[in-house]
């Protein structure tokens, strides 16, 4: 498991996906309060906009909160899903899996390797996203408190790792990336259309982003349903994608 995983971490460095993820995220954490500072005046230089930006309320830290993570979750949530859905059937496509699992290594620790680094990737973009957020937060604003702000992206992370199974599930299942990005625009479509339904929003990602908000802001309730259920999701599709790849032929 060990060396799979190094393995695996060598292979994000070296094709530049941990470099990808690292900027993306710093990126718009650092731009995020900005602009939720700047939009009003942003508004101005439009032609023909000026009168949104009048009616425009003045920026608060809320403002630059809900910035944060309106940007890191649409844009983390496709990265999630792009990277994750050609770590597998790109393997089996190349045909790359066939021959390292020919050497003494378990198909699970083939793909909880594989989980593992990118989750470390993910884990060391939204610090990166955190420490830039919170400083130009902290510039623009005032301070938010350190604790709520680090649970906060704890929790984005969870929702990063929800996407992310559910990509490699979809790349466990296909034997081409193509395919397997198709499946993973279904699942994504599925999620986003049982989340329509108020109840079923409140325990899964809506309710855990909900829970991430008052976090930083230091106010409102816990939401460990939610958290519990982001949870199982993914440890349900990890194992998912163990006892389907134990029986698949490469």
Not at 18 to 35: D, E, H, M, N, R
Not at 156 to 172: D, E, I, N, R
Not at 191 to 210: H, M, Q, S
């Amino acid at each position: 498991m060990k060396t799979a995983f190094f393995k695996e971490w060598l292979e994000q460095r070296r094709t530049h996906r941990l470099l990808l993820i690292c900027v993306v995220f710093f990126v718009f954490g650092l731009a995020s309060p900005l602009l939720a500072k700047f939009m009003p005046e942003i508004m101005k230089t439009v032609p023909g906009a000026e009168f949104i930006a009048d009616i425009i309320p003045a920026p608060t830290l809320v403002d630059a909160v809900t910035q944060y993570l309106k940007n890191l979750t649409q844009f983390g949530l496709l990265l999630a899903v792009l990277v994750a859905m050609g770590m597998v059937s790109g393997e089996k496509d190349k045909g790359t899996a066939a021959l390292v699992l020919a050497k003494p290594l378990s198909r699970t620790a083939f793909l909880l390797a594989k989980a593992a680094a990118l989750a470390l990737c993910f884990a060391i973009a939204l610090l990166l996203a955190a420490v830039a957020g919170w400083y130009y937060t902290f510039l623009l604003f005032e301070p938010l408190p350190v604790g709520g702000w680090l649970a906060m992206n704890g929790l984005l992370w969870v929702y990063f790792g929800v996407y992310a199974a559910l990509g490699l599930l979809a790349s466990t299942l296909s034997r081409t990336p193509l395919a397997s990005g198709g499946l993973a625009l279904g699942m994504i479509i599925l999620l986003a259309l049982v989340e329509i339904i108020p109840a079923a929003k409140d325990v899964l990602t809506g309710g855990l982003l909900a829970w991430a908000a008052n976090l930083a802001l230091g106010a409102g309730e816990p939401a460990w349903a939610a958290l519990a259920v982001c949870l199982g999701v993914i440890a349900a599709a990890l194992a998912a994608c163990v006892l389907l790849f134990r029986r698949q032929e490469l």
